[in-house]
């Protein structure tokens, strides 16, 4: 059934007369779809998305399908900010390319995804002051703490939706919890356990304590330390309701629902308004809320042999001296070091949803008069490596090192 249906939309769209009508009548299939996501394969929802996608584009921006955003490095987030502010319905229902200014690279996807890359850390730097930061899972959560600029929720819940409307990766460290809450999922004591592991370890201990003694001797009440270290009542007169073995799953529970809704409300929903705003049509729902996680953070679980099985070469044989050298080289590499070549070669670190086994890239000859003095150079929206065909493999890994180590400001187009 999964692989008819897309197929019937994929051949339905390829003809002009149909849209008006498939778009309603898809609207419908849609609806009742969202009942039973589980219909669909990974695969399946995500074309269903790019299809959609392709179709609001198509009938709400004309003969104009491209939204320009120009932003200066140095500035991103001022600019970025300064732009979703002032932008309407319509510019962001358009494809979105990204123009770093002062640089000549042209956005066919490569640029657009750097872009969402480098803000996300960049938003979510400690010192930025928008989100609580937890330690002990270097995941992030929305902070109950008035921040500096008050839309910024509802700003970054428009990232979102931008990115995910243009099937980008916006690797916000956000846990499981969030997705959930987007699809209506409430968020459960293994998700507090994610995010904060030793709060919610200390809580499967009250939930597992044997004897309900050591339960009052530990003297909790039904309150809850902020991140502020102010303490918040989970109940009235929670301060002087006292934790027992007949009242701890209670207990447990408000703490659970505190941190994941009360206290972040406002933020939340500021959010999911933004993320509506950005992202105008409703096929997210068709996700599950780890599939969501996925086509949004990409994975971060990586398979390097498969990458090495998956790569096309152009103008090189694979067993050329210089790919062998590339390749020993590579798998030498620190984790931290792989991980900064996907982002040279793809504009991210992470691994888009559909996985290891269906990344490719290609590596080709950049035929260089003196290929000893050039440095390799990657597209990132066609995903090609261009690798000078070096004399030794020393020269090809210092080569490469430098392109890794600069690779934000370093040949991306």
């Given at each position: 059934?999964?692989?008819?249906l897309v197929?019937?939309?994929?051949?339905?769209?390829?003809?002009p007369?149909f849209?008006l009508?498939f778009?309603?009548?898809?609207?419908?299939?849609f609806?009742?779809?969202t009942?039973v996501?589980?219909i669909?394969d990974m695969d399946d929802?995500?074309?269903?998305?790019?299809?959609?996608a392709n179709l609001s584009?198509?009938?709400?921006?004309g003969?104009?399908?491209?939204?320009?955003?120009?932003v200066?490095?140095e500035?991103?987030i001022?600019?970025t900010?300064?732009?979703?502010r002032?932008a309407g319905a319509?510019?962001?229902?358009?494809?979105?390319?990204?123009c770093?200014?002062?640089e000549?690279?042209i956005?066919?996807g490569?640029?657009?995804q750097e872009?969402f890359k480098?803000l996300a850390?960049e938003?979510?730097a400690?010192?930025?002051?928008?989100?609580?930061?937890?330690e002990?899972?270097?995941?992030?959560?929305?902070s109950?703490q008035?921040?500096?600029e008050?839309?910024?929720y509802?700003?970054?819940?428009?990232?979102?939706?931008l990115a995910f409307y243009?099937?980008?990766?916006?690797a916000f460290?956000f846990p499981?919890?969030l997705?959930?809450?987007m699809?209506?999922?409430?968020?459960?004591?293994?998700?507090?356990?994610e995010?904060?592991?030793?709060?919610?370890r200390n809580?499967?201990e009250?939930?597992d304590?044997p004897?309900?003694?050591?339960?009052?001797?530990?003297?909790l009440d039904f309150?809850i330390?902020?991140?502020?270290?102010?303490?918040t009542?989970?109940k009235?007169n929670?301060a002087?309701?006292f934790?027992t073995?007949?009242?701890r799953?209670?207990?447990?529970d408000?703490c659970?629902?505190?941190?994941f809704?009360d206290?972040?409300?406002?933020q939340?929903e500021?959010?999911m308004?933004?993320?509506?705003?950005?992202?105008?049509?409703?096929?997210?729902?068709?996700f599950?809320p780890?599939?969501?996680?996925?086509?949004?953070l990409g994975?971060t679980e990586?398979?390097?042999q498969q990458?090495?099985?998956?790569?096309?070469y152009?103008d090189?044989?694979?067993?050329?001296?210089?790919?062998?050298n590339?390749w020993?080289?590579f798998?030498?590499?620190p984790?931290?070091k792989?991980?900064?070549?996907?982002a040279f070669?793809?504009?991210t670190?992470c691994i888009?949803a559909?996985?290891m086994?269906?990344f490719t890239?290609t590596?080709?000859?950049?035929?260089?008069e003196?290929p000893?003095?050039?440095?390799p150079n990657a597209?990132?929206c066609?995903k090609?490596?261009?690798l000078?065909?070096y004399?030794?493999r020393?020269?090809?890994k210092k080569?490469?090192?430098h392109?890794l180590?600069?690779?934000?400001?370093?040949g991306?187009?």
């Open positions: 059934m999964q692989c008819s197929s019937f939309l994929v051949l339905t769209l390829q003809v007369s849209k009508y778009s309603l009548s898809f609207q419908l299939v609806q009742i779809l009942q996501p589980c669909f929802k995500i074309s269903t998305l790019e299809l959609q584009r198509q009938f709400t921006a003969t104009n399908m491209i939204s320009e955003l120009h200066r490095r500035h991103l001022q600019d900010l300064q732009c979703l002032t319509n510019w962001l229902q358009h494809m979105l390319q990204v770093f200014e002062g000549p690279g956005d066919e490569g640029v657009g872009f480098i850390r938003l979510c400690p010192e930025e002051k928008i989100f609580r930061h937890f002990d899972s270097h995941l992030i959560w929305f109950r008035a921040p500096a008050e839309d910024i509802f700003l970054i819940g428009n990232l979102f939706g243009n099937m980008k990766i916006a460290p499981l919890a997705f959930k809450k699809l209506n999922f409430q968020p459960t004591l293994e998700d507090l356990k995010l904060s592991p030793n709060l919610g809580l499967q009250v939930l304590e004897f309900g003694d050591n339960i009052e001797n530990l003297e309150t330390s902020g991140e502020d270290g102010v303490d009542e989970l009235e929670g002087a309701i934790v073995k007949y009242n799953k209670e207990y447990v408000a659970v629902n505190y941190l809704n206290s972040v409300k406002k939340f500021d959010f308004r933004g993320f509506e705003k950005g992202c105008p049509i409703k096929h997210w729902k068709l599950l780890a599939e969501l996680q996925v086509v949004l994975h990586y398979n390097w990458l090495e099985k998956n790569v096309k152009k090189y044989e694979e067993s050329d001296e210089t790919i062998k590339f020993a080289v798998h030498d590499l984790e931290k792989k991980k900064e070549f996907l070669l793809t504009g670190d888009p559909k996985g086994a269906r890239f590596i080709m000859d950049s035929r260089q003196d000893d003095l050039s440095y597209s990132t066609y090609i490596l261009q000078p065909r004399t030794t020393d020269i090809l080569m490469l090192l392109a180590e600069n690779h934000e400001t370093f991306l187009s």
